[in-house]
């Protein structure tokens, strides 16, 4: 791990420098203490970089998170009379994120790292694309300096009768101008930063535009400190508990309330957090090996105990829950990272950010990290992605939109849950549609073929009988089931009573395969598999395929 020391030593620096200003934000959008994205920067680094078989493969807050973690922290601080409280509903959230991370363990140990590839890639980017609009929705009052979070995690419609949209009018009514420079000149400078000829400087691959952002908001405050026109007030900045303020070294982190342990609401939000983690991290792993130069495969399965171990770390002292981060992969790649050490040196270096520069941090305007937000949403939600899935089909494509649209008008869980079963519908159809060949077209001369698929089951069989009850009565048909694997007991009573309609009617009827025989072989394959001894020809089994 020590044999590129040098490199991984600049890397991880690079990647520190992306990550502190991400970790506040992420923060932020979350509506989670700040210091919660440092705790777990820290941990997505040292421990899950410890523990990780990614060479690359950067951990920490997500962006793909905040809306179940902000939904989550306000479902779990709001009582009975309506009332929300950051003290009751995070640490109650912290407990989730512990559970979220034994679950994780469980999946792991369930060698369920193949789970990433059974979730339909136009959920997950309609997912991935719904997030990043929630997220500039939900940036657009810190970008004009309103100090109410106006977009409403617990759904689109809110209980006072506002929506989301309603209530960011709401935030253009209360406008900072001073935060609207800092906003505009940082997203100017990001647009630049993201620029070819930028990216062919050396020194600007080093020096990343979040970093540059950040700098430019504290000399803002700085330099106009004087000029009240242009202030700040204290709920716009970031708020880092100092040390000495908040009571001392342990006073920074926050311990889970085990009081709804028992309360299903709680592990539901584990569930969740668990699978879109693991999710996340899973998608990121494979981006991840396949822009590795060398092209080595992560073990999958030991990422996810590293994310487990990582999310019950970071849980239990106050962080957020981590997953692998595909920015933070990336630019640890792009800075010449060589091992795992570039990951662990990272997260060293933002555990002494903290201590070292508090008040530093303390001088950043919460509209310098709107406007780095603001980018992470665009990259998730950008046009060409819309471009990209209207191209990839109609089905993909409207199960992309619904699952988008159902994220955006509803929230995350009701969106994804009608995008599966959107996706699952259209499994089901394209089951349904395609059961066998044939043509409606009839030669004359020639026997009407049907050609059956290798699986037919009892999905099928209204499309199959419409087939048969088609075919005239003074047809030649050819029943073709040579490369069918198995036949679902229905349709071969359908295709039974079709050959006795035949007779009737004295009709051609040809059969190409036993399809009886079919199933037979099918039934003979599992009683082997299930049977003590491995021998399926006993006088019992017989019995079964005599009957």
């Not at 990550?19 to 994205?37: N, Q, T």
């Not at 440092?38 to 040292?46: D, E, L, R, T």
């Not at 092209?295 to 692998?324: F, H, M, Y």
């Not at 694997?485 to 059969?511: G, L, R, S, T």
Request: overall charge negative; proline content about 4%.
């Amino acid at each position: 791990m020590f044999k590129h020391f040098g490199n991984d030593l600049s890397a991880g620096l690079v990647v520190f420098l992306v990550a502190v200003p991400l970790c506040l934000g992420i923060a932020l959008a979350s509506g989670a203490p700040l210091f919660s994205g440092i705790i777990s920067g820290m941990v997505g680094g040292v421990i899950v970089g410890i523990i990780s078989g990614s060479k690359f493969g950067v951990s920490g807050p997500a962006a793909g998170l905040t809306v179940i973690v902000a939904d989550a922290i306000l479902r779990l601080g709001t009582n009975a009379d309506g009332i929300f409280s950051l003290e009751r509903g995070f640490p109650l959230f912290l407990s989730a994120v512990v559970i979220a991370g034994v679950i994780q363990l469980v999946l792991a140990f369930a060698k369920s790292g193949i789970i990433g590839y059974y979730f339909p890639n136009s959920v997950i980017k309609g997912m991935l694309t719904a997030i990043g609009v929630i997220i500039v929705l939900k940036q657009i009052p810190h970008a004009l300096g309103h100090d109410v979070i106006a977009e409403g995690f617990d759904g689109f419609w809110q209980e006072d009768g506002e929506n989301t949209f309603t209530e960011l009018m709401i935030a253009f009514g209360d406008i900072n101008p001073a935060a609207v420079i800092v906003t505009s000149v940082s997203m100017l400078i990001l647009i630049i930063w993201e620029m070819n000829f930028m990216k062919r400087i050396k020194l600007f691959n080093i020096i990343q535009g979040p970093l540059i952002v950040v700098t430019v908001g504290i000399l803002f405050t700085r330099l106009c400190l004087d000029l009240e026109s242009l202030n700040f007030e204290q709920d716009e900045m970031v708020g880092i508990p100092l040390i000495s303020e908040a009571g001392g070294f342990t006073a920074l982190f926050t311990t889970p309330d085990w009081s709804m342990i028992f309360k299903s609401e709680l592990w539901v939000i584990a569930f969740t957090i668990a699978i879109v983690a693991s999710l996340e991290t899973l998608l990121c792993v494979e981006a991840t090996d396949k822009m590795d130069p060398e092209k080595d495969v992560t073990p999958t399965n030991r990422e996810l105990i590293a994310q487990g171990v990582g999310n019950i770390s970071s849980g239990l002292i106050g962080g957020l829950p981590v997953t692998q981060v595909i920015v933070r992969s990336s630019a640890n790649i792009q800075s010449g990272g060589k091992t795992k050490l570039a990951t662990i040196i990272h997260g060293v270096f933002i555990g002494i950010s903290v201590f070292i520069l508090p008040d530093f941090l303390n001088m950043i305007p919460l509209s310098s990290l709107a406007a780095i937000l603001l980018m992470v949403g665009y990259k998730l939600a950008k046009p060409s992605i819309f471009i990209e899935m209207s191209r990839s089909g109609r089905d993909q494509f409207l199960t992309f939109m619904i699952t988008f649209l159902g994220i955006v008008f509803t929230d995350l869980l009701v969106g994804i849950g009608i995008g599966l079963a959107v996706g699952f519908f259209m499994i089901l159809w394209k089951n349904f549609s395609t059961p066998f060949s044939f043509s409606e077209i009839i030669d004359e001369g020639k026997p009407i073929e049907i050609v059956l698929s290798e699986n037919v089951t009892f999905l099928n069989k209204a499309s199959i009988l419409k087939a048969l009850n088609a075919i005239p009565n003074d047809a030649e048909v050819v029943i073709d089931a040579t490369k069918t694997h198995y036949i679902h007991p229905d349709v071969i009573e359908i295709i039974e009573d079709f050959m006795i309609k035949a007779k009737q009617h004295e009709m051609k009827v040809e059969i190409k395969g036993d399809f009886r025989e079919v199933n037979k072989n099918h039934l003979a394959f599992f009683l082997k598999k299930v049977s003590k001894d491995g021998n399926y020809k006993t006088p019992y089994f017989k019995t079964v395929f005599k009957n």
